[in-house]
Every structure is written in structure tokens, then in C-alpha cells.
């Protein structure tokens, strides 16, 4: 089978090529926001530890939020929701780049941190409730959910080498202006599109929320656990490759680790399977643990690369199959807070991981502080094993 031959039908949908495009460029900045605010602040304030504490204090806003917002789209409708928070957005990020260059009190970076990540979007998930609504019920689902965890893993390649580029080669506001317009644009076209919209439901279908769903409360859990794996890896690369004398590599490493996802996510979605959603996803969970477990016996950066590539092959195939057993959990009415909720895990774990890699970098070593990585991703398998009765969907749906 031609992987990319079932790729091909999903754009036959009236509609689909343009929010698929504009879902792309609105999502840019998910990679490129964090790095982007490092190096502006660093540059104007000569701190990596204030820059490093703005950062964090945005993704933690974005994490806490992005479940409400996904809340309010499912009761509101998309359109209604994207447009102004996005606005919004940008004017809280345009305030943060402000505050910087005039020197205000740092407090202010802060405050304006919590704002910005606070109104930041989980488009992902808005993209992934369109197509629920568009393919709902069909095999075809698989395969969007699928080339969407691969143009994820582009922006995750991509997103990073490009803000760096922009900001240390001309000056260290432009990244985040890029990322600006990127996520303006792209996601303010998203929202007007309304062909493809999922309609708003009757008030009195919506009630409840879908944490409190089991299969989506332990799916939280093993994300959460997940997220820290990608927190800790990202900052201990990054200290592995100075270690070895080529700090400059750090960047291949990592895309390295994103590229093994990009391959497995084109593969996996252009299989029909014929496992339950269930095994699949405690099947990607015990591949991903065992994947990171060469990393932390290396010292040679091109080996390195090799088994990053290696450990990121099973990253797509679990967050595919997370997101079509949240489609399948959830009602539909609920179903963009399902989703958000999955960003919202990983967020809080990247947190998580990033300060726990590096304390252990400093204590340990790189090499040594891998073995936390591994552990978190042990803790995932258990925690999908454990639960995995409460992940158990509807015979006639669970194939698709």
C-alpha cells in the first residue's frame, strides 16, 4: 500500500483544504512561541533565568486555559470564540514585546506572560474537531487524525530552527513577530471559514465535563507522564550535545526525535488496522519506553541521533490513538474540551520534565539524568495498563 495514496481522498471534502491550511500556519507558534520569548527576554534583560520563568509562567497559563477555552468553543461555536481570543492574543503578546524593549518592571513580563498564554488557542484540537465532524463514524478519521500528528511534527522541526534563525540573525524581536502574524492570520482564517464548523448543540445537551469521563481522566494521566518525557529530553539534549563539545548539534538531535515521529505517523495512518484503539495505544505507550531505553547508554552524538530517531518512531502513533479514543469517549458536544485536555496533560508535564531534567543535568550529568525520561515513560505504560479497562469503546466504533 502507497503511504501516501490514503492521504490523498481526505481533501476531496469541500472546504478541507482551507482550514487544513489555515489550521497549519494558526499553530506555528506552539513551537516557536516558548523559544521565541527565551531569546527576546534573555537578549534585552541578559537573564536566562527570568527568561526561562516567563516562559514557564506561559505555558502553565496555556495549560490551565486551554481546557476552558475548548469549553466555551464547544458551547459557543469555534467562530465565535477563535476570533476575539485571537485578537486578544495578539494584543497581550504585542503588550509582552513592549514591556521588554521599554524596560518595565519585570513583574510586568509576568503578568503579561499569564495573559498570553492564557488566550492562546489549542487549535489542534479545533482542527480535529472539524474533521470528527467532517468523518465521524468512517475509517477515515484514522488518517486525518494521522496527517495531523505529522504536520505537528513538521511545525515541531521546522518551528524551532526557523524563530532562532529569525531572532539571532536579524534581531531578537522578529521571531516573535512571525510566530504574531502566523498565529493571527492563520487562525482568524480558520474561524471564518464556517462551512466546516461542528454546529453548537442544545442547551440542554450541554452539561458535564469530559475529565470526568475515566478513559479520559487516565489518558490525562499517561499524557502528563508523556509530556515529561518531551520536557526532560528537549533540555537534557540540549545539555548531552554540549557535554560531547558540539552544542550546535543539539538542533539535529532534536528534530531527530521529531523527524522518527513524522515517519511513523505517515506509516500508521496509512494502515487499516484491525487492533482496538485500546491495544494500539498501550501497544505505542511499551514501544515509546522501550525506544528511550539506548539513550542513556550513549556518548557519541551521531549515535545519538540514530536512537532519538529510533525513540520518536512510537511519539505519532500515541497521540494519534489518543485523540480517535478521546473521539470515541466523548460526547460530541463535549468533544474540543476532550481534546484540549490532552494538550493541557502534555503542556504540564513538558513543565514538569524541563525543570526536573535540568536540576538533574546539574546533579548527574546528561547521560545520567536520561534515566528520568525512561521512568516517566515507564510510569505511562503503567498508568495505560492499569486503566486499561476504562479505555474500552464501543465494538462498532473502536475499529475506525
Not at 119 to 134: I, K, Q
Not at 181 to 196: E, K, M, N, Y
Amino acid at each position: 500500500m502507497s503511504v501516501v495514496g490514503p492521504y490523498r481522498g481526505l481533501f476531496s471534502t469541500p472546504g478541507v483544504k482551507g482550514f487544513v491550511i489555515a489550521g497549519f500556519f494558526g499553530r506555528m507558534p506552539m513551537s516557536m512561541l516558548g523559544i521565541g520569548i527565551v531569546l527576546l527576554i534573555e537578549a534585552l534583560t541578559d537573564s536566562y533565568a527570568t527568561a526561562g520563568a516567563v516562559a514557564a509562567t506561559v505555558s502553565v497559563s496555556y495549560a490551565i486555559a486551554a481546557p476552558l477555552s475548548g469549553r466555551l468553543v464547544d458551547r459557543f461555536g469555534q467562530a465565535r470564540i477563535v476570533i476575539p481570543l485571537t485578537l486578544a492574543h495578539g494584543a497581550t503578546l504585542t503588550g509582552m514585546m513592549l514591556c521588554a524593549e521599554f524596560g518595565a518592571p519585570r513583574w510586568t513580563l509576568f503578568a503579561t506572560g499569564v495573559a498570553v498564554g492564557a488566550t492562546a488557542l489549542s487549535l489542534g484540537s479545533l482542527v480535529r474537531a472539524r474533521w470528527s465532524h467532517l468523518l465521524g463514524g468512517t475509517a477515515r478519521l484514522h488518517t486525518a487524525f494521522s496527517f495531523e500528528s505529522v504536520a505537528d511534527e513538521v511545525i515541531f522541526v521546522a518551528g524551532p530552527a526557523l524563530v532562532t534563525a529569525l531572532a539571532t540573525m536579524i534581531n531578537p524581536y522578529t521571531g516573535l513577530i512571525v510566530a504574531l502574524v502566523c498565529t493571527t492570520v492563520g487562525t482568524i482564517a480558520f474561524g471564518l471559514q464556517r462551512g466546516t464548523e461542528p454546529p453548537v448543540r442544545p442547551r440542554e445537551e450541554r452539561s458535564g465535563t469530559p475529565i470526568t469521563i475515566p478513559g479520559v481522566a487516565l489518558m490525562s494521566c499517561a499524557f502528563l507522564a508523556m509530556g515529561a518525557v518531551f520536557g526532560s529530553v528537549d533540555l537534557v539534549t540540549v545539555a548531552f550535545a554540549e557535554e560531547e563539545g558540539v552544542k550546535a548539534a543539539a538542533g539535529l538531535l532534536l528534530a531527530s526525535f521529531a523527524g522518527g515521529s513524522l515517519v511513523s505517523g505517515l506509516w500508521y495512518g496509512a494502515r487499516q488496522w484491525t487492533v482496538s484503539l485500546r491495544g494500539r495505544f498501550i501497544g505505542s505507550l511499551a514501544v515509546f519506553a522501550v525506544g528511550l531505553t539506548p539513550i542513556m547508554l550513549i556518548d557519541d552524538v551521531r549515535v545519538m541521533a540514530g536512537a532519538l530517531f529510533l525513540a520518536g518512531l512510537a511519539i505519532s502513533p500515541t497521540v494519534i490513538t489518543g485523540y480517535s479514543l478521546t473521539e470515541r469517549l466523548v460526547p460530541a458536544h463535549l468533544l474540543t474540551e476532550g481534546m484540549a485536555w490532552i494538550s493541557t496533560s502534555v503542556g504540564f508535564g513538558v513543565a514538569i520534565g524541563a525543570w526536573a531534567g535540568g536540576r538533574l543535568t546539574d546533579a548527574f550529568g546528561a547521560s545520567n539524568a536520561y534515566g528520568f525520561s525512561f521512568v516517566c515513560a515507564l510510569l505511562a505504560v503503567a498508568i495505560g495498563v492499569g486503566g486499561s479497562a476504562w479505555l474500552r469503546t464501543p465494538v462498532a466504533r473502536q475499529q475506525s
